[in-house]
Structure formats: structure tokens, C-alpha cells
């Protein structure tokens, strides 16, 4: 199988890309703008292999999306190209407007001029997998309450909102033209690779430094985490198991509140980095409460039964083995995070208005 995946460079997507090259037979063909969050160092591992392709192109771009396809006349899509960060969708919503929106409209019209022209069984076998959020159902009521796949949606801030759109526009191409589509909405990824202006990384690398660990509001707001390399192994299994037209929801089953996520990480380093900088006695000490962000929703947790019903999915990880593993990969990959933060990328608070 010749799979297309967009964003291939980025956390998730690259996550996917060694495990496809890794553990399957297929051929991945990235395509990666490579903005901020591209890092082809993430792929350092799989990049010499006679199965592997990078093109870099945006998504946004009809004309190298037209050659790409042409040229490589994929089986299926997986799209995770997209600007996801919540800050920066606060500060500068339309690079959002324009790559999770736009870019998905272009890409859509791209599969569906190349799909038209398959032979019938070609057609049918073909597949364009939109990778989502759970962050377009907005904020989920009461302590118990789960999203589940018919979830309404209600997206608070310029990134879910683009996301959002996104969804409809692969739906809509499927309803109305026949693309074979399938949707899947995930809820918080953490592990190795992770750009470090998310929530874990960046806690792990400022206490590090001995430099403050911001906590918005009271730090109360839940997340269901689910650990990327689990994400991955469900992506490829909706890709080749799920059914056309349908959406799966991909949790981790680990809600936790921000603040005990913090916490958590403050232990472990404990444990395996005693020797704390700037003389600091507990890495907690470093622990700062600043404003909450815009429109921040409080709970998010995902109902993950349909794919592990339908298509046989759990995630392996639970998070105090998932969370252990990110720490100590950022303690072992110090190379791979400098060479990040020697970029565009200062650890800076975004997003606050």
C-alpha cells in the first residue's frame, strides 16, 4: 500500500510514519510544509529507507498537490498536516483559517480529481483518513459525561473551530462526491518527539532549567492523555479496518487534571534528576499559576469503545508508563530538544490577549 501522509514531519504524524515504516509493509510518501513544528530529525530513524518519501510541499499548494498525487499514485490519504496549538491560534488565527481549512479543502479536491480517474476496484479500495481533535466538541458537562462519535460539536477557540470545519469539509466530499472518507478525533497525545510549547514537554524542560512551570487558572482543567505511539497504531488500524463514511473516536482512557499531570512530572524528575538546578529544594517549588487562556475549556474525555469493539484497538499505555517513558526520552534526546529550542521557538507564553 502507497500511503500519503500529510504532516508527516510533525508530532503525531511522524509517530505514524516510523510506525508504518517500522511495523508494516507499506510505503509512506510525507508531505511536510515544515513550519515550526517540522522536524525531519523525528524521522532520522526511518529516513533511509527504500520505503520512504519526502515531499516538501503545502497542502495549500493545488498544483504540487496534483503531482504528488499523480506521481505517486497513492492508496489511501492520512491527513495530520494542520496548525494545532491553541495559543497560537489566539494570537494569529489565520494561518489556521488558511492550513486546517483551506489546505484541507485543497488537498480533498486533489484526492477526489485523482480518485475519479481510479479503475472501479481502485476506487472502492481507496481511502482518505482525516485526523481530527476532540478538542470540536467543545467543553464537556458534568464529571461522567463522555464524547462519543455523535457528539455535537461546539468548538471554543480559532483552532478547534478550524478543526471543525475541516471535519465537515471530508464528510460533506464524501456525502456529496463519493470520496471514501473515514474520520477519527483524538483526544491529548504526549510522548517523544513532542514540540516543546505543549503542556508536558515544556514542563519537563523548564524544570530542567529550573525555570518556572505555568499552570493556567487553578490548574483543574481535565484531559484525557493518550500516548502518541498508542494514536498511531490506531490510526493505521482505521485506515485499513474502518468502515467508509464512519468516525472513531481514539482516547487513552487517563483523564488527569493539568495540575497532577505537573505533579506527576515534578516526581519523576525527582526520582531521576535529584541534582536540581538553581538550588531549588522540590522541582513543585517551580510550579506558577498565571492567567487562564481565552475561552479555556475545563474537561475533555473521549468514549474510545466503538474502535475497540469495531476494530479491535486499545492503547497499550497507561499513563503513569506512557508519562515515565516521555521523561525519560526528553532526559536521553537532549540533542534532538536543543537543536528545537535553537530555532523560532523560545518557550514563550502565547495566547493570553
Known amino acids: ?44 530513524s526511518i529516513e533511509a529507507s527504500e520505503r520512504y518519501v519526502f515531499e516538501r510541499a503545502d497542502i495549500c499548494d493545488a498544483d504540487e498537490m496534483e503531482r504528488i498525487f499523480n506521481q505517486y499514485c497513492p492508496d489511501a490519504v492520512m491527513h495530520l498536516a494542520a496548525e494545532s496549538h491553541v495559543d497560537r491560534s489566539i494570537d494569529g488565527p489565520a494561518d489556521f483559517i488558511q ?116 499552570v493556567y487558572g487553578d490548574g483543574q482543567q481535565i484531559r484525557d492523555w493518550l500516548f502518541v505511539e498508542d494514536h498511531a497504531r490506531a490510526l493505521y488500524q482505521v485506515l485499513t479496518k474502518g468502515l467508509v463514511g464512519e468516525t472513531y473516536n481514539i482516547g487513552g482512557h487517563n483523564e488527569k487534571a ?8 515534578c516526581d519523576l524528575l525527582e526520582e531521576l534528576v535529584p541534582q536540581k538546578p538553581n538550588g531549588i529544594e522540590h522541582y513543585q517549588d517551580l510550579i506558577t499559576y498565571v492567567k487562564d487562556r481565552p475561552g479555556h475549556d475545563v474537561r475533555y474525555a473521549i468514549d474510545a469503545s466503538k474502535i475497540a469493539q469495531e476494530l479491535g484497538w486499545k492503547p497499550e499505555e497507561t499513563f503513569e508508563s506512557g508519562i515515565r517513558k516521555t521523561v525519560e526520552w526528553y532526559l536521553s534526546n537532549e540533542t534532538w530538544w536543543r537543536r528545537v529550542l535553537d530555532g523560532s521557538y523560545t518557550r514563550e507564553r502565547l495566547g493570553t490577549l
Not at 515504516?21 to 510505503?27: A, E, G, L, V, Y
Not at 493539568?258 to 512530572?265: F, G, L, M, Q, S
Open 99 to 214: 492550513t486546517n481549512i483551506v489546505g484541507t479543502y485543497t488537498l480533498l479536491e486533489a484526492a477526489r480529481k485523482y480518485w475519479s480517474g481510479l479503475d472501479a476496484s481502485k476506487q472502492a479500495a481507496f481511502r482518505f483518513h482525516h485526523i481530527s481533535t476532540d478538542e470540536v466538541f467543545g467543553d464537556l458537562e458534568g464529571t461522567d459525561a463522555l464524547f462519543t462519535e455523535t457528539t455535537p460539536y461546539a468548538p471554543s477557540s480559532p483552532y478547534s473551530a478550524s478543526k471543525a470545519s475541516s471535519d465537515h469539509l471530508v464528510r460533506a466530499w464524501q456525502r456529496t462526491y463519493g470520496l471514501p472518507v473515514v474520520v477519527t478525533n483524538c483526544s491529548n497525545n504526549y510522548g517523544p518527539f513532542h514540540f516543546p510549547e505543549k503542556l508536558i514537554p515544556l514542563m519537563i524542560l523548564n524544570a530542567l532549567d529550573g525555570k518556572p512551570l505555568p
Open 1 to 44: 500500500m502507497v500511503i500519503i501522509v500529510t504532516g508527516g514531519a510533525g508530532f503525531i504524524g511522524s509517530a505514524v510514519v516510523r510506525h508504518i515504516i517500522n511495523d508494516t509493509s507499506s510505503t509512506i510518501i510525507n508531505i511536510d510544509k515544515l513550519t515550526y513544528a517540522g522536524n525531519l530529525d523525528s524521522l532520522a
Open 258 to 265: 493539568n495540575i497532577d499531570v505537573v505533579r506527576t512530572i
